[in-house]
Each structure stands twice: as C-alpha cells, then as structure tokens.
Nanobody
Framework: QVQLVESGGRLVQAGGSLRLSCAAS????????MGWFRQAPGKEREFVAA????????YYADSVKGRFTISRDNVKKTVYLQMNSLNAEDTAVYYC???????????????????WGQGTQVTVSS
C-alpha cells in the first residue's frame, strides 16, 4: 500500500505555469507506476500523464502533450507534474494515482488505479 498527498494547486492566470507534487509514504513506492488524472466540474475523471517506475518512460494525454511534464524522484518518493502554458480548459481537481502498470493507467484509466490521493485544485483564469 502507498498513501499519496498532492500539493501545489492554486489559482493561476492563463499562460502561466504550476508544478504539482505528490508525496508518497510507504516502503514500496518504487514498485509503483504513477500517474496524474484530473476532473473538471461536471465531467468524468480523465487521464493526464503517467510514468514508469524507473522514470524512463512517460505517457501523456493529447490535450497536454508538449505542455505538461511528469517526473518522479524515487529517493524522495515524490511525483511531479510540471504544467506550462495553462489555459482555462486545464481547470480541474488534479489527482495523483498509483498502479502496477503505467500502460494500463493510459489504456484502462481509473480502473487501473490502486491508490488515489485526495486531489489538489488548479484554477486557470482567462
């Protein structure tokens, strides 16, 4: 089991940048492949990005490709989401997720998530 706590969400102007962090507790963090999902008001939770346990392979939703970067530090047990060129459509609650397979986080989505964080609100003003 791994417990996840997100931070870094806030109000930002369109065109701005934010870095979200997800701190994990538990001794087996490096065994998990990690991801970020988001849920906008009135919409379903959707995949944003995923990263393999080694950090060497990453995946992105088309809507964020080229603007967002996922990374991880297995020593600090932390996953990051660097978000650049933010726009109003990026407004959502962002959730950190842990699962056994990054590719399943991409292909299956929320059904592949074993552990969720509590979420952090990102609001982009236009």
């Amino acid at each position: 089991q791994v417990q996840l706590v997100e931070s870094g969400g806030r109000l930002v102007q369109a065109g701005g940048s934010l870095r979200l962090s997800c701190a994990a507790s538990g001794r087996t963090f490096s065994n998990y492949e990690m991801g970020w999902f988001r849920q906008a008001p009135g919409k379903e939770r959707e995949f944003v990005a995923a990263i393999a346990w080694s950090g060497g392979t990453t995946y992105y939703a088309d809507s964020v490709k080229g603007r967002f970067t996922i990374s991880r530090d297995n020593v600090k047990k932390t996953v990051y989401l660097q978000m650049n060129s933010l726009n109003a459509e990026d407004t959502a609650v962002y959730y950190c997720a842990a699962g056994p397979s990054a590719t399943d986080l991409v292909r299956i989505g929320i059904g592949a998530v074993g552990n969720w964080g509590q979420g952090t609100q990102v609001t982009v003003s236009s």
